[in-house]
């Protein structure tokens, strides 16, 4: 929850599990705080409302922490046909704060909200109807509220539709059905979701692709809901077959599933058919149909067909490009709740892509993301935040945000935790704290986390067991961003003690090092190729070598050029001059190779 929006939910409870037959005219009322005590039908939950109000910044309005303020603002995005400002209007009429509490009022608000195409609005519209608050109950236009929230991303809604279906109430039975709900509910973050799956049928989804799980049990389920003309059954299975779930991976099949998905109606099929035709993967390579696929999914209603749509707009690929248009697109996405359109717009609004920099827009859109859970987009706001960018300067809660990026998965943010760490002093860069951010930032990718983990991880090393950690850190740096990792990694493997000497190893760093411009990286494999270890002798290699590290800025790979070059009769002023230039910077080996040749 936002720091703004601190207190303001103190009471909602977690969002519930699937709307089970027997709750139907038997939920006991529910009496947040504020709210009137003689409320009979209050909520069979207010899951709806608590997720209503979590979201509110969809819309990019930045809400006032006072209440009755804040009730002014969204009263007036609703009437501005902005469907989150609805849908958190329509949470606190259930709640009963800072407005009287009136469900009627809160259910209409709710179905606004939804055709207005905010998803979690269908959640809480759905809720209302199929449990007769504010009105008599309809189950039938509750199942089309959840649909409709399901079909715009709004996970909650989807597990609603799943639990219909698995226990036989207003929809037909059909496990089929059922365990394509809770997949994409799970799938698209609702960890209830994940846990109704399990208990209901016993089936585990991984959240990664290396854990293990029950995909190829859960499959035949999505499979025979296809084959039954269900669209979403078509596009899970065709996302299993792209990422290898149950069966090896198939771009080919995925690209048929999600064709197929998408021309019976499922808009998120065309985006990722449409991601297919843009990597050419399953299908050829075409950046014209990407872009088909990806105006159809935006234009009914799919967010990351928005996103995907922006992008291509902003690079003018397989599309006019056009900055105003991919901005729109972004914002579409936003105001549907994805997290990654928010993010986007902020980079457009921070950077002045279409039109002069709104670095104040930038920090709401970057917080409407960041409250989504996107990591980067926590990261962005930081940024803003330590330097006094179109908000007040707050170290503070710029650590924080930093702190809240690295948590939500983005290694970035893990190594910027760190660096506030370093800039606030030598105690608490050292501390275990800093070290551990580090760590993170590198297990999550980041070559330059990698880097400084292995620098400290070094420089502390008394045991063998620590060299081999700060050589891992810093042989992952290299993989991911190589550089001075490799060069540092090439060091340790050739000259420290505490671990076993290996120059094969040794030498396959130094190659990407000195590929990546890394002068070290260059002089140690010029070197290998000097003397022929590990590799066959080669002095024309070695001295192309010493070139492009003193081109790099080594003065000993001059030196080392210089002192090749002596050896030839038609360079000896050439050598010599390079020996008495990394003389006269200081290094000692060239100076005594001129004594030496002086003699």
């Known amino acids: 929850m936002a720091l703004l929006l601190s207190g303001l939910l103190a009471g909602c409870a977690s969002v519930g599990s699937v709307a089970e037959p027997e709750a139907l005219g038997e939920a006991s009322p529910v009496v947040p705080e ?33 209440l009755d303020e804040a009730v002014v603002v969204l009263q007036e995005r609703c009437q501005a046909g902005v469907g989150s400002g609805c849908t958190a209007l329509a949470s606190l009429r259930v709640l009963g704060r800072g407005v009287e509490l009136d469900l009627e009022r809160a259910r209409t608000l709710y179905v606004r909200a939804c055709e207005l195409g905010a998803g979690p609005g269908c959640l809480g519209a759905g809720w209302m109807r199929f449990h007769g608050q504010g009105a008599p109950a309809t189950p039938q236009l509750a199942v089309a509220d959840w649909r409709r929230g399901c079909d715009l991303g709004d996970a909650p809604s989807c597990r609603q539709i799943a639990g219909l279906y698995h226990f036989g109430n207003v929809l037909e039975p059909s496990p089929e059905l059922a365990v394509t709900y809770f ?29 293990e799980d029950d995909s190829v049990r859960v499959l035949p389920f999505l499979e025979a809901g296809c084959d039954g003309g269900h669209p979403l059954s078509c596009v899970l299975a065709g996302a299993f077959a792209e990422e290898g779930r149950g069966r090896g991976v198939d771009a080919g099949r995925a690209a048929a599933l999600y064709r197929r998905g998408c021309e019976e109606g499922e808009q998120y099929g065309c985006t990722l058919l449409g991601m297919l035709y843009e990597r050419g993967a399953g299908v050829s390579e075409n950046h014209r149909r990407a872009a088909e696929y990806y105006v159809k999914a935006c234009e009914e209603g799919n967010a990351q067909g928005c996103v995907s749509l922006g992008v291509v707009r902003l690079r003018g690929r397989g599309i006019a490009g056009d900055p105003e248009l991919a901005r729109e697109a972004f914002e579409t996405a936003c105001e549907m709740g994805n997290s990654r359109g928010c993010y986007n717009l902020g980079v457009m609004l921070r950077d002045g892509r ?186 024309q290699r070695a001295r192309v070598l010493y070139a492009r590290a003193c081109g790099l800025g080594e003065a000993h790979g001059c030196s080392r050029r210089g002192a090749m070059l002596l050896d030839d009769p038609r360079r000896r002023d050439d050598g010599r001059r390079l020996l008495e230039q990394g003389c006269a910077r200081g290094d000692d080996w060239a100076c005594e190779r001129l004594e030496g040749a002086r003699d």
């Open 183 to 211: 997949t994409r509910a799970c799938a698209g973050g609702d960890p209830q979701g994940c846990e109704d799956l399990l208990t209901h049928y016993n089936l585990r989804l991984a959240e990664r692709d290396d854990a």
């Open 354 to 539: 279409s039109g002069e920099p709104e670095e104040a827009q930038a920090a709401v859109r970057f917080w409407i993301g960041c409250e989504l859970g996107n990591g980067q987009a926590c990261d962005a706001l930081a940024l803003l935040y330590d330097e006094g960018r179109g908000v007040p300067e707050d170290k503070a809660l710029a650590e924080a945000l930093h702190q809240r990026a690295c948590e939500a998965g983005w290694a970035k943010g893990c190594y910027n935790v760190a660096v506030s760490f370093e800039m606030a002093g030598e105690e608490r860069a050292g501390s275990p704290e800093a070290l551990e951010a580090y760590r993170r930032g590198c297990q999550g990718g980041f070559g330059r986390s990698c880097w400084h983990l292995g620098h400290r991880l070094y420089a502390e090393a008394s045991e063998s067991a620590e060299v081999v950690e700060a050589l891992e850190a810093f042989e992952r740096g290299c993989r991911l961003e190589p550089g001075r990792a490799c060069s540092r990694a090439a060091a340790i493997l050739m000259d420290d003690v505490r671990v076993p000497r290996s120059p094969q190893r040794a030498r396959r760093v130094m190659a990407s090092g000195c590929e990546a411009d890394d002068a070290e990286s260059c002089l140690r494999l010029g070197h290998l190729y000097e003397i022929g270890e590990v590799v066959r002798e080669d002095r």
């Open 34 to 66: 504020g709210g009137s005590t003689d409320a009979p039908g209050l909520c069979a939950e207010v899951s709806a409302a608590c997720a209503g109000l979590d979201r509110y910044l969809w819309d990019g309005t930045p809400i006032p922490e006072v």
